[in-house]
C-alpha cells in the first residue's frame, strides 16, 4: 500500500541554523500540507500546498517557513533560522483530488539545542 | 474556524473490555469529522471519516464512531480492544468550505492491560 515517507526519522540541529524537512507524498496525490505536534500539545496546521504554491497558511509559518517542491516526488519544508521553540514533531500529509481524508507520513522529530 | 476537545486524555482498558472516546467540537459551518490513531514510533493512520449519511460510521480493526450533530460529537468505539489498540487517538475535523486544513484534538491515549 502506498505510504507518505519522511527523512529524517530525527533531526537534531542547534539554535539559528537552517534545518529542511523532506517528504514523498503518496505518487498521485496533488496537494500537500505540513503540521507540527510540540510535545504535549495539540496536532497543529502549518501550511497547504496545491498546484505549486502555497493555498493556506497558518500564523505559525510565518517568514523564517518555506516549503518547496523542487522535483516531481519531493516536498520540503524549510526553516531558515531554527530557534528552541521549533523543538517538535513535524507530519507531512498527502491529499488525492476529490477526496477528503489526509494520509500521513511518520514524522520527523527536530530538536533545536 | 473549527475547534476540538477530547474529553479524555488517557483512558486505560482491560483486554476484551470495551472502550469510548469522547469527540466534541465546534464550527460555525458544517463539518467532515475523522479519527486517525498513531501506533508507538509510527505515523497517524486514518481510522475512519464521517462525511455525510448515516451518523454511525465503521472504520478499520472494528472501530466505530457515531456523529451527533446536536451534541456536536463524534465518539469513538469498540465493543472488545487487544492489546495491539495500545495508542493515541485523534480526533480532527475540517469545515465543508475550502478550508482544507484539519484541526486536531490533543489526544487521548489508550492504554490495553492483559
Known amino acids: 500500500e502506498p505510504e507518505v515517507t519522511q527523512t529524517p526519522s530525527h533531526q537534531v540541529t542547534q539554535m539559528g541554523q537552517e534545518v529542511i524537512l523532506r517528504c514523498v507524498p503518496i505518487?498521485?496525490?496533488?496537494?500537500f500540507y505540513w503540521y507540527r505536534q510540540i510535545l504535549g500539545q495539540k496536532v497543529e496546521f502549518l501550511v497547504s500546498f496545491y498546484n505549486n504554491e502555497i493555498s493556506e497558511k497558518s500564523e505559525i509559518f510565518d517568514d523564517q517557513f518555506s516549503v518547496e517542491r523542487p522535483d516531481g516526488s519531493n516536498f520540503t519544508l524549510k526553516i531558515r533560522s531554527t530557534k528552541l521553540e521549533d523543538s517538535a514533531m513535524y507530519f507531512c500529509?498527502?491529499?488525492?483530488?476529490?477526496?477528503?481524508?489526509?494520509?500521513f507520513g511518520p514524522g520527523t522529530r527536530l530538536t533545536v539545542t | 474556524a473549527q475547534s476540538v476537545t477530547q474529553l479524555d486524555s488517557q483512558v486505560p482498558v482491560f483486554e476484551e473490555a470495551p472502550v469510548e472516546l469522547r469527540c466534541n467540537y465546534s464550527?460555525?459551518?458544517?463539518?467532515?469529522l475523522f479519527w486517525y490513531v498513531q501506533y508507538p514510533n509510527q505515523g497517524l493512520q486514518l481510522l475512519l471519516k464521517y462525511l455525510s449519511g448515516s451518523t454511525l460510521v465503521k472504520g478499520i480493526n472494528g472501530f466505530e464512531a457515531e456523529f451527533n450533530k446536536s451534541q456536536t460529537s463524534f465518539h469513538l468505539r469498540k465493543p472488545s480492544v487487544h492489546i495491539s489498540d495500545t495508542a493515541e487517538y485523534f480526533c480532527a475535523v475540517r469545515g465543508y468550505n475550502n478550508d482544507y486544513k484539519l484541526s486536531f484534538g490533543a489526544g487521548t491515549t489508550v492504554t490495553v492491560r492483559a
Open positions: 505518487s498521485n496525490h496533488l496537494y
Open positions: 464550527s460555525s459551518v458544517s463539518v467532515y
Open positions: 500529509a498527502s491529499r488525492i483530488i476529490g477526496a477528503y481524508e489526509q494520509y
